[in-house]
C-alpha cells in the first residue's frame, strides 16, 4: 500500500498457430504491458509479416463507427460475446443496412440545404412584407435591389442612378442601375448601414413567403420522416452495431500488436511488463490457451520499470496529486496514503471556520451530483462553466471535488474548535470561551503547535528518504539524512531555548544536546554528501518554519472575516441605506473570502507536501504502468464467458 506493485519483465514465445489466441488474453487479461523485443531475440524472429486481416477490420470499424454517428443512441441492454474474428465478421455481413443509411442521410442533408437556402430568402422578405409590387421589377436586366437599414447618416445615399423607398419598419429598398453596382457597393464601405440583398424572385411578397414556408415545412416533414426511419433502423440495429463496433475496436488494437511482434516462420516473441502477483495467473491461462506449448520466462532487465499504484478504494481520488507532482519508481515510496490523511488536515486547519467548511462541502456534493446527472439545461452562466472546464476536465473536477469533501469536513470540525462560523463566534455567551475566534486569542500557542508540525514532518520525510536510500543500496545518502534529522533537531532545541529564555551556554543540558546533535550532524553531513551540501542549511530550517504558513494562512482568513463582520455592524444602527451597503459589504466580502479559503489552503497545502515534505525522500519519474486492454462496455471478456 505504501509501495507500488512489484513488477517483473517477462518473456513470451510461442507457435504462430496460437498468436493470436495469446494477444487476445493477453488483452482481457488487461496486465501485461508489451514492450518492444530485446534486439538479440528480434533477430532471430525477423520474418516479416503481412497482416490481410487488419485493412478488413480496419475498413469496418471505420464503417461502423460511421453508423453509430448516425443512429440515434440506444440503450444496450446486454453484453455479446464474439468468439472469433469469422464470428465477427460474420455478424458484420448481417448488418445490411449501409446503403439505406447513406440515401437517408445524403436526403437528409438535402433537406436541411432546402431549409437553409429558404431561411436565407424568408428573412428579407419579412422585412419587405410591406411591398406591395411585382419582386421582378426590383431585379431584372436593367436593375438591382438592396434592403438597408434607416439611419439618419444614410439618409444621403441617393444618387442620380439610384432610387430610395422607405419601408416605415426601420428599413428601406434602394434600387441601383446594375452598371453602377461597384460604385454604390463602394459608397456604402463608408456607411456603418446593414444590407441585405432583395431576393432576385418573380410574384409579390406574400405570394413568395407562402411559397417559401411551404418549401421549410415540406422539407421539415421530409426530414421528421428520415428520422423516424433512422429511429426505425436503431430500434432493430443499433445494439448490434455498438457492440461490432467495440469488439472491430479491440480486434484492430489485437492486429496493431501482431503486426508488430517479432516473428519467425513458426513462431513469435514477445516481451512486456506485468505484476509480479499476476505471473502466475497469466502463465496458467496462456499455457491451457497455447495446449502448453508456450514458454514464459521472466527476464532480468536494468530497465526502470513501469509504476502501478496500489491504494485503497477511497483513497485512489488522492492519486490525482500525486500523477500531477509525479509517480514514484518502483522502489519508492508511494505517498499517496501519507497525502490523503494529511492534505485535508492541512486544509481544514488553514480553513478553520464551521461556516466556510460547511458551503464548500455543499458545493463539493454539486459538482459531483452535477458532472454525474447533467440536466437537459444549465442555469449556470456559460461563460463561467466554460472558464472553469477550460482549467480542467470534468473528471479532473469530480476528483478535485472528492478530495476536497473530507478537507471541509475536517475545516468544519476546526471551526467549531476554533468558535468560527462565517467569522461569527459560535458559543452562546454563557459558554463562550473567548470574546473571539480562538486564533485570534491563542496566536502563540497556534505558532508553536506548527512548528512542532513542520519538524514532525521534515523528521518523518528524512526517514523515508534513508529507508529509500537502503532499499536501492545508497547508504552514504541515507547516512548524510541522518545528520540532516540530527541538525534539524538542533537548530529546533537551541531556537525553543532561545525564545524561551533559556541559556544558550553549554552548560545548559538542552543546550549541550542541542550542540552535540549539531556538531554530529554537521560531521555526517560533510562526510557522506562534501561539503558544497551545508548550502542546504537555510532551507532545512526554513521548511521547518514553512510550516507556520498553517497558522499564517488561519489567520489572514480570520481576521479578513472579523474585519467584514465589523463594518457590517456598525452599519447595523445607521439608516436603511447604510444597512443595505453593509449587507452587500458582507454578502460580497464573505464570497470573497470564500474563494480565498477554497484556493489558498489548498494550493499552500499541497506546497507544504510537495516541497517541504516530499523532497527529503522522494524521487519520482516514475513511467506510468499502460497495459494492453481495452474498457468494454457492450461486448464480454473471454474470461467472463458463461
Request: hydrophobic share 45%.
Amino acid at each position: 500500500m505504501l509501495k507500488p506493485v512489484k513488477m517483473v519483465k517477462i518473456r513470451v514465445i510461442g507457435l504462430n498457430v496460437y498468436k493470436s489466441t495469446i494477444i487476445d488474453d493477453m488483452h482481457d487479461l488487461n496486465v501485461i504491458q508489451i514492450e518492444n523485443t530485446d534486439q538479440e531475440v528480434a533477430k532471430v524472429f525477423n520474418v516479416p509479416t503481412s497482416n490481410s486481416t487488419y485493412k478488413l477490420l480496419a475498413d469496418n470499424l471505420s464503417r461502423f463507427k460511421g453508423f453509430l454517428s448516425i443512429l440515434p443512441e440506444r440503450a444496450v441492454k446486454e453484453k455479446k460475446y464474439f468468439n472469433s474474428r469469422e464470428e465477427l465478421l460474420d455478424s458484420v455481413s448481417k448488418v445490411p443496412i449501409a446503403s439505406e443509411l447513406s440515401k437517408l442521410k445524403d436526403d437528409e442533408d438535402k433537406y436541411y440545404s432546402i431549409i437553409k437556402e429558404n431561411q436565407i430568402i424568408l428573412k428579407p422578405l419579412e422585412i419587405i412584407s410591406g411591398f406591395k409590387e411585382d419582386l421582378s421589377i426590383l431585379n431584372n436586366g436593367y436593375v438591382e435591389s438592396f434592403i438597408i437599414e434607416t439611419k439618419t447618416e444614410n439618409n444621403n445615399l441617393k444618387t442620380d442612378y439610384s432610387v430610395v423607398t422607405a419601408l416605415g419598419n426601420g428599413y428601406s429598398i434602394i434600387t441601383i442601375n446594375r452598371k453602377n453596382e461597384a460604385e454604390f457597393l463602394s459608397m456604402l464601405s463608408s456607411k456603418t448601414c446593414g444590407i441585405m440583398k432583395v431576393p432576385e424572385l418573380s410574384g409579390t411578397v406574400t405570394e413568395n413567403i407562402k411559397a417559401t414556408k411551404k418549401a421549410i415545412s415540406e422539407a421539415e416533414a421530409s426530414i421528421s420522416g428520415i428520422n423516424s426511419s433512422l429511429n426505425a433502423l436503431s430500434d432493430k440495429y443499433y445494439e448490434t452495431i455498438a457492440q461490432i463496433t467495440e469488439q472491430l475496436e479491440i480486434y484492430v488494437k489485437e492486429e496493431e500488436i501482431l503486426s508488430n511482434i517479432a516473428s519467425s516462420e513458426n513462431a513469435f516473441a514477445m516481451e512486456g511488463w506485468i505484476p509480479a502477483s499476476e505471473y502466475d495467473n497469466v502463465t496458467n491461462i496462456l499455457n491451457k490457451d497455447s495446449n502448453n506449448t508456450i514458454i514464459i520466462r521472466v527476464i532480468e532487465t536494468k530497465e526502470d520499470p513501469p509504476t502501478k499504484l496500489s491504494n485503497p478504494k477511497h483513497f485512489r481520488i488522492f492519486e490525482f496529486f500525486i500523477r500531477f507532482y509525479s509517480l514514484p519508481e518502483e522502489y519508492e515510496f508511494d505517498p499517496t496514503l501519507i497525502f490523503a490523511l494529511v492534505f485535508p488536515v492541512f486544509f481544514g486547519l488553514m480553513v478553520g471556520d464551521a461556516g466556510y467548511g460547511l458551503v464548500i462541502l455543499l458545493v463539493s456534493l454539486f459538482i459531483i451530483h452535477r458532472i454525474d446527472h447533467p440536466p437537459a439545461k444549465s442555469h449556470i452562466p456559460k461563460k463561467i462553466s466554460g472558464f472553469v472546464l477550460m482549467i480542467m476536465g470534468k473528471n479532473s473536477l469530480k476528483t478535485l471535488a472528492k478530495a476536497l469533501i473530507p478537507s471541509s469536513i475536517i475545516a468544519i470540525i476546526f471551526g467549531i474548535i476554533f468558535n468560527e462560523f462565517f467569522g461569527f463566534t459560535i458559543y452562546p455567551v454563557p459558554f463562550q470561551i473567548s470574546p473571539a475566534p480562538v486564533p485570534v486569542t491563542h496566536i502563540g500557542l497556534l505558532l508553536v503547535i506548527s512548528g512542532y508540525i513542520g519538524l514532525a514532518f521534515v523528521t518523518f520525510g528524512f526517514v523515508l528518504g534513508i529507508i529509500n536510500n537502503f532499499y536501492i543500496n545508497h547508504k552514504k545518502a541515507a547516512i548524510a539524512k541522518i545528520g540532516w534529522i540530527l541538525m534539524a533537531w538542533s537548530f529546533a532545541i537551541l531556537g525553543l531555548n532561545l525564545i524561551h529564555g533559556i541559556s544558550l551556554s553549554p552548560t545548559e543540558f538542552s543546550s549541550l544536546i542541542g550542540y552535540v546533535m549539531l556538531i554530529v550532524g554537521f560531521v555526517m553531513v560533510i562526510a557522506f554528501e562534501g561539503t558544497l551540501s551545508l548550502m542546504e542549511i537555510p532551507s532545512i530550517i526554513s521548511h521547518v518554519l514553512s510550516y507556520t504558513r498553517i497558522v499564517g494562512i488561519l489567520l489572514a482568513s480570520v481576521v479578513l472575516a472579523l474585519v467584514i463582520n465589523t463594518v457590517f455592524r456598525t452599519t447595523l444602527s445607521d439608516p436603511f441605506y447604510f444597512i443595505i451597503m453593509g449587507v452587500v459589504i458582507l454578502v460580497v466580502g464573505q464570497l470573497f473570502n470564500l474563494v480565498i479559503a477554497v484556493f489558498e489552503p489548498g494550493i499552500q497545502g499541497a506546497r507544504l507536501l510537495y516541497v517541504e515534505f516530499f523532497s527529503k525522500f522522494y524521487f519520482g519519474n516514475g513511467k506510468q504502468f499502460s497495459p494492453f486492454g481495452s474498457h468494454r462496455r457492450y461486448t464480454l471478456k473471454k474470461f467472463d464467458k458463461k
